[in-house]
């Protein structure tokens, strides 16, 4: 057999595996698929129930009170802007499972955007968070309609208007539509107020509950590797390490490894940039602490101003607390 394509089919396989759901795409390998299946059959597996959900959008719109809004229901009027990007866990519960939910929070202001090529993921959720007292151009939304399509691909968008306390939202929703045929809603909220909260949630669940990979079954040996990588004090790994982990886990195969870390990528467990021309040959990072020191060079007043954005490791020293990060930025990069 030399090709093998049941993407259509509902299978609770993941598209790393099935391969990419636009059927232009090459299907994947039919090794990899028998593989997958076979393990299947003689292990015992379980459903990922795990999920990314990232919040995009102009600096000061209240992506962050949002987040605080929706998991917490508590709001705080001097909330400060995230600089860079902030990641928590919310666990969900739909269809009598327990869902995690990865929440990417992104900063909106405009230094930080060249790096969402970097965090911006398929298989997501996005909400696209904007500001109600503010013009479509403003809130720069087909700027972030066209980010999520070239990076997040056909993930589901919610459109969030926040602040409606102070202005009804005045946007072309019939035209985004249109052009934009992933906006599943387009939700006015408050989070001073707590109104179109509960609304926001449910549209949310019923995201959540639509994307096929949370019940993707996976081979116990892959959450065992997961488990690991997520328990790890250092903060990146060798490639070489990471396929050490893998075989103590009796996953041998080359594809098996490759598929299993791209999914972790895709769930913003982990960062590998397999598919990326200049990082393609970089560790297996653990993303709070490479988005802590990419935001942290980011946000310095002198690299902005005085050294015109050109980077030494005296900056290196400088900026970042400790030597062990600057050397450790050094063997990454």
């Known amino acids: 057999m030399k090709k093998l394509d049941v993407r259509r089919n509902p299978l609770p396989i993941a598209p790393e595996i099935l391969g990419p759901p636009q059927l232009h795409y090459p299907p994947g390998s039919v090794s990899g698929i028998f593989n997958y299946c076979r393990q299947l059959r003689i292990g015992e597996v379980r459903p990922l129930n795990e999920a990314k ?18 998991i917490h229901d508590r709001f705080n009027q001097d909330e400060k802007q995230t600089d860079g990007l902030s990641v928590t866990n919310w666990t969900i519960h739909i269809n009598s499972k327990d869902v995690r939910l990865n929440v990417w929070d992104f900063g909106g202001q405009e230094i930080y955007h060249a790096t969402h090529q970097f965090f911006l993921t398929k298989r997501s959720l996005y909400l696209l968070v904007c500001n109600c007292r503010t013009r479509e151009e403003e809130n720069r939304l087909d700027y972030w309609l066209k980010l999520i399509k070239g990076f997040g691909d056909a993930s589901p968008v919610i459109i969030v208007g926040n602040k409606r306390d102070e202005q009804p939202l005045d946007i072309n929703q019939k035209a985004l539509r249109e052009k934009y045929p992933n906006i599943k809603a387009i939700i006015e909220t408050s989070c001073s107020e707590g109104a179109g909260i509960d609304e926001l949630n449910q ?60 999914l972790l990528h895709n769930l913003g467990l982990v960062l590998n940039y397999q598919d990326h021309p200049l990082l393609q040959n970089t560790n297996v990072l653990k993303p709070d602490w490479v988005t802590e020191g990419i935001y942290a060079l980011l946000s310095d007043d002198v690299l902005k101003t005085e050294a015109k954005g050109q980077l030494t490791l005296a900056d290196l020293t400088r900026v970042l607390p400790f030597q062990s990060d600057i050397q450790k930025i050094a063997t990454v990069t």
């Open 203 to 262: 549209a949310i669940l019923k995201e959540v509950a639509q994307l096929k990979e949370v019940y993707d079954l996976l081979p116990l040996s892959w959450f065992e590797v997961k488990e690991q990588l997520e328990q790890l004090d250092e903060d990146f790994i060798s490639y070489n390490e990471y396929i050490g982990i893998c075989y103590r886990s009796s996953i041998t195969a080359e594809h098996n490894q490759t598929q299993l870390i791209g």
């Open 53 to 70: 959900l990232i919040l995009v959008g102009q600096g000061s719109v209240g992506k962050t009170s949002l987040i605080n809004r929706l």
